[in-house]
C-alpha cells in the first residue's frame, strides 16, 4: 500500500516562505512523477507544480518565479519551496503522485492527507 505523508505547512506572512515535504512509502516499482495540488475554500483543486523522476518540472502560471519543486528520488520525497508567498496562496496544499506497480499497472491516485498553508498577516 502506497502512503504519502507531507510536512511543513503553517501560518506566514505575506512576503515569507515556506517549505512542504511529502515522503512516499510501500512496495511499488517506480514514482513515475510527483506533484502539489491545492484547493482554497470554495475553489476546486488545482495543479501546483509536478516533476518527473528525471527532474522535469512544471507550474501553474500563479506560482511562477515564486517556488520550486525538486525531488529527492533516494529517499522517494518531494519539496516545495514557496518563496514571495501571497495572501491568494493560502489553501490546503496536497501532495500527488503517480505510481507503477512490480505488476505493471499505472496510477496517479495517491494522495497524501493534505497540509494548511495560510498567509496571514
Known amino acids: 500500500q502506497v502512503q504519502l505523508v507531507e510536512s511543513g505547512g503553517g501560518l506566514v506572512q505575506p512576503g515569507g516562505s515556506l517549505r512542504l515535504s511529502c515522503a512516499a512509502s510501500?512496495?511499488?516499482?517506480?514514482?513515475?512523477?510527483m506533484g502539489w495540488y491545492r484547493q482554497a475554500p470554495g475553489k476546486q483543486r488545482e495543479l501546483v507544480a509536478g516533476?518527473?523522476?528525471?527532474?522535469?518540472?512544471n507550474y501553474a502560471e500563479s506560482v511562477k518565479g515564486r517556488f520550486t519543486i525538486s525531488r529527492d528520488n533516494a529517499k522517494k520525497t518531494v519539496y516545495l519551496q514557496m518563496n514571495s508567498l501571497k495572501y491568494e496562496d493560502t489553501a490546503v496544499y496536497y501532495c500527488?503522485?503517480?505510481?507503477?506497480?512490480?505488476?505493471?499497472?499505472?496510477?496517479?491516485?495517491?494522495w497524501g492527507q493534505g497540509t494548511q498553508v495560510t498567509v496571514s498577516s
Open positions: 500527488n503522485a503517480a505510481i507503477l506497480s512490480y505488476s505493471g499497472s499505472y496510477s496517479s491516485n495517491y
Open positions: 510501500g512496495s511499488f516499482f517506480s514514482i513515475v512523477v
Open positions: 516533476i518527473t523522476g528525471g527532474g522535469s518540472a
